[in-house]
């Protein structure tokens, strides 16, 4: 849950605090153009364990970031979507997706579909 602004010492920290770490930008990353499940998150990333990717969305839906919606059915189905603030933190990663692209020489992924990041298979 997020602290009490008056916590922390300077905007960046309380930035990081919310979608900082290796995991929670992915996954904000990911959810940024549509609803996904757990799984399909976790298949979007590679090297995230399930104990992982569940407290990591956990954590993220305390601060309001994104949305968990439970269907009553079975088998049960969970998706997980953006909220309002968790829309805010795009053209945060943006800028991070285009100074890796201009300074690292990164290629932007197709992500029309998830697709894993790593080498390519031949075909």
């Known amino acids: 849950m997020m602290k009490d602004p008056s916590c922390y010492f300077c905007p960046v920290e309380g930035t990081l605090d919310v979608i900082g770490g290796k995991w929670k930008p992915l996954?904000?990353?990911?959810l940024r153009?549509?609803?996904?499940?757990?799984?399909?998150?976790?298949?979007?990333?590679?090297?995230?364990?399930?104990?992982?990717l569940a407290k990591q969305l956990r954590e993220?839906?305390?601060?309001?970031v994104i949305k968990r919606k439970v269907y009553t059915q079975v088998p049960p189905k969970v998706e997980y979507?953006?909220?309002p603030l968790g829309k805010s933190i795009i053209p945060l990663l943006n800028a991070l997706c285009d100074w890796a692209i201009?300074?690292?020489?990164?290629?932007?992924?197709?992500?029309?579909e998830i697709v894993v990041c790593g080498p390519k298979k031949k075909k």
């Open 27 to 30: 996954i904000i990353w990911f």
């Open 33 to 52: 153009k549509r609803v996904l499940r757990f799984s399909e998150i976790k298949r979007a990333i590679p090297g995230i364990t399930d104990v992982m």
């Open 60 to 64: 993220l839906e305390q601060d309001g």
């Open 81 to 83: 979507s953006l909220t």
């Open 102 to 112: 201009e300074h690292m020489k990164i290629p932007m992924i197709d992500d029309d």
